[in-house]
């Protein structure tokens, strides 16, 4: 089993900036995919960005590409999310996920196997 704990969100006016962390606990973290979703309210869950066990393979959504970074520390057992340039559409709970496919093509939130809680962004115009 694997549990996943996000942190970082808040409320930020537009054009500010937030960094969102994940750890994991339990199972050995290196060698999965890790990847970040999130929900607006009335609005489907979707994908944000991923990143490889290796950190070099990286990938984003278009509404999110140059402004938000993904990272992970492996030593750490963390991923994060730094979010720049926010705006209101940023507006979600974020969800931090794992998924044991080991690349980042798998962007469907029906490929990661863990969750977890979410954490809120609010951004303000």
């Known amino acids: 089993q694997v549990q996943l704990v996000e942190s970082g969100g808040g409320l930020v006016q537009a054009g500010g900036s937030l960094r969102l962390s994940c750890t994991a606990s339990?199972?050995?973290?290196?060698?999965?995919?890790m990847g970040w979703f999130r929900q607006a309210p009335g609005k489907e869950r979707e994908f944000v960005a991923n990143?490889?066990?290796?950190?070099?393979?990286?990938a984003y959504a278009d509404s999110v590409k140059d402004r938000f970074t993904i990272s992970r520390d492996n030593a750490k057992n963390t991923v994060y999310l730094q979010m720049n340039s926010l705006k209101p559409e940023d507006t979600a709970v974020y969800y931090c996920?794992?998924?044991?496919?080991?690349?980042?093509?798998?962007?469907?939130?029906?490929?990661?196997?863990?969750w977890g809680q979410g954490t809120q962004v609010t951004v303000s115009s």
């Open positions: 990143i490889d066990w290796s950190g070099g393979g990286l």
């Open positions: 996920a794992l998924t044991y496919y080991s690349t980042t093509y798998y962007r469907s939130q029906d490929d990661y196997n863990y």
């Open positions: 339990g199972r050995t973290f290196t060698t999965y995919t």
